[in-house]
């Protein structure tokens, strides 16, 4: 499973985050939400770590692959980023 997975997986993931980053940024600097901030980074981050594991997945940190020391932050910025557009969701809406 992991040969598979990074030969198929590891680059759609990559290819997915990427492409989908700039529209993210663009609703940021358009509506100025933190949600769309929060997805911006969070999509970096996975493109960073998606990027080291498709094309440098032997460099190592402290006997660790770098792409698992990556994907930390990256998980905990989704986590944030889900809680906001969670709390989005949620909010009341104001009526016509």
Known sequence: ??????????????????????????????????RFAATTLTFALLSLTYGVRVFAPGSELVG???WRWLRVPAWASAAV????????????????
């Not at 980023?81 to 016509?96: D, N």
């Open 81 to 96: 980023s889900l809680g906001l557009l969670a709390r989005h969701a949620l909010r009341p809406r104001a009526k016509a």
């Open 64 to 66: 660790i692959a770098l």
């Open 1 to 34: 499973m992991p040969e598979a997975w990074t030969q198929w997986w590891a680059p759609l993931c990559l290819f997915v985050f990427v492409t989908h980053m700039p529209f993210f940024a663009w609703r940021y600097r358009r509506t100025g939400e933190i």
